[in-house]
Nanobody, 119 residues
Framework: QVQLVESGGGLVQAGGSLRLSCAVSISINSINAMGWYRQAPGKQRELVAVIMSSGSTNYGDSVKGRFTISRDDVKNTVYLQMNSLSPEDTAVYYC?????????????WGQGTQVTVSS
């Protein structure tokens, strides 16, 4: 069982920055992919950013150039640095851990942290 605990959400003005953290209960070296997803009211959950065990990263189109995902393998923590925030970034942000093997995928989710960007 993998437990994920997000922190760092809050209220920020447009143009501001926030850093989200996701503390993982196991060694993140054993996790194939760590990601951040978000869900705004009335919308589907969407990928924000993902970082693979290799270190490679991928971002949703709407956040490219503004958000950066990173990981600290010693602290077993994944971060999401969010810059140039806009009201469209308002959502609940969820941390995700994906374990892959034998053609199967197992996902673990955190409880979510609210990010609200005021105009």
């Amino acid at each position: 069982q993998v437990q994920l605990v997000e922190s760092g959400g809050g209220l920020v003005q447009a143009g501001g920055s926030l850093r989200l953290s996701c503390a993982v209960s196991i060694s993140i070296n054993s996790i194939n992919a760590m990601g951040w997803y978000r869900q705004a009211p009335g919308k589907q959950r969407e990928l924000v950013a993902v970082i693979m065990s290799s270190g490679s990263t991928n971002y949703g189109d709407s956040v490219k150039g503004r958000f950066t995902i990173s990981r600290d393998d010693v602290k077993n923590t994944v971060y999401l640095q969010m810059n140039s925030l806009s009201p469209e970034d308002t959502a609940v942000y969820y941390c995700n851990a994906a374990l892959l093997g034998l053609g199967l995928r197992k996902d673990y989710w955190g409880q979510g942290t609210q990010v609200t960007v005021s105009s």
